[in-house]
């Protein structure tokens, strides 16, 4: 539910690529429409599930691979398994340009479960599936990212 196509100023011709499913993206475009949002770059969304051609439905909606790209994945990975973690950032690696930058967040169950008590915190920590890896530098060095 990110809203900075809306809320950021943007360099002239920025384009932003929202990648969702259809469901979360549906429900989003009815509260922007409600709010009557305006964005602040062109904003594309993309409904396709990450279990799917994504990198197809990114490409089919404009994306230029051969321009350097800003990915973001905040609180996102610890909701997959490692394997798809993996294969989702190397297919992020092979889209992206000389140039691009990728903000991710990763973290530990051990963050979420300080907050027991909360019942919000509880239900996150339920969903977690997978873990930082025990060396997030080695592991992004090795995806071809300079961090």
């Not at 469901?23 to 922007?32: D, I, N, R, Y």
């Not at 089919?60 to 398994?81: K, S």
């Not at 027991?116 to 992004?140: F, I």
Request: charged share 25%.
């Amino acid at each position: 539910m990110d809203s900075r196509a809306f809320r950021m100023d943007w360099p002239a011709g920025t384009r932003l690529f929202e990648v969702d499913t259809a469901e979360p993206l549906g429900f989003k475009a009815s509260v922007l429409r409600q709010e009557r949002a305006v964005a602040r770059c062109e904003r594309i969304t993309v409904p396709v599930d990450l279990r799917e051609d994504w990198p197809g439905a990114l490409a089919a909606a404009g994306h230029d691979p051969a321009q350097p790209t800003v990915w973001i994945a905040e609180g996102l990975l610890i909701y997959l398994p490692e394997d798809a973690v993996q294969s989702l950032l190397e297919r992020v690696g092979a889209l992206s340009a000389t140039g691009s930058r990728m903000g991710l967040t990763l973290g530990t169950r051990g963050v979420v479960e300080r907050f027991r008590g909360d019942a919000a915190a509880g239900s996150a920590a339920s969903m977690w599936v997978s873990e930082m890896p025990a060396d997030p530098v080695g592991w992004l060095d090795g995806l071809g990212w300079e961090t």
